[in-house]
């Protein structure tokens, strides 16, 4: 099997993890738009090239070999959900139609905050630290100074993960269409309510460091 489909099958994987992520993707798609959702998705995957760069560069030194026992970490990743979180419960739904355009029009002026908010909502994510941690271990155990056996499962596992963000947002952005406005409210409360839940288990279920 090679390196490249290797990757791909652990970038699925990766794919079907329902992490904040995910919500907050779907949340984008079904509230703003495909576009909002492509530029949310393009963040994400600009964030997980510059955690791998640094994982691979040895930035274990300062967070440890599992971010996830990293206090501040978490505690800088959980308030950072936690607020989205309550600001996606809270925002109020505004109905564009029979105005598309005025929509459209609003996501293109807004495309680099979508992009900042899926970089920073992935990288201040402990667990993906955790993920691309363990992969880089992984790989190097499995192809050793094989430099190009690596580059190609990691483009593997990049191009995988983008795509099904991708498909996720074409899903989710087809659905829309069948949300009305209590329905998309609905849903801004549930997606909140679970990116809340998510920072709350950061910040409140650590591991402190031993006094």
Known sequence: MSAFFQGIIVGLTFAALLGPGFFALVQTCIHSGFRAGVCLSIGIFLSDIFVLLLCFFGITQLLGVDPRNNVWFQIIGGMVLTILGFYTFNKRIVQTYPYP????????????L???KGFFLNI????IWFIWITVIVSISAKYGANGRSVGIFLAGILSSTLTADLLKCF????????CGTQTMTRI???IGIILIVFGMVLILF??????
């Open 206 to 211: 650590r591991n402190d460091p031993p006094l």
């Open 101 to 112: 355009n005025r929509k459209l029009i609003s996501i293109r002026n807004q495309s680099h």
């Open 124 to 127: 201040l994510n402990p667990g």
């Open 188 to 190: 801004n409360h549930a």
């Open 114 to 116: 979508y992009v900042i």
């Open 171 to 178: 899903v989710s952005h087809h659905i829309s269409r069948f």
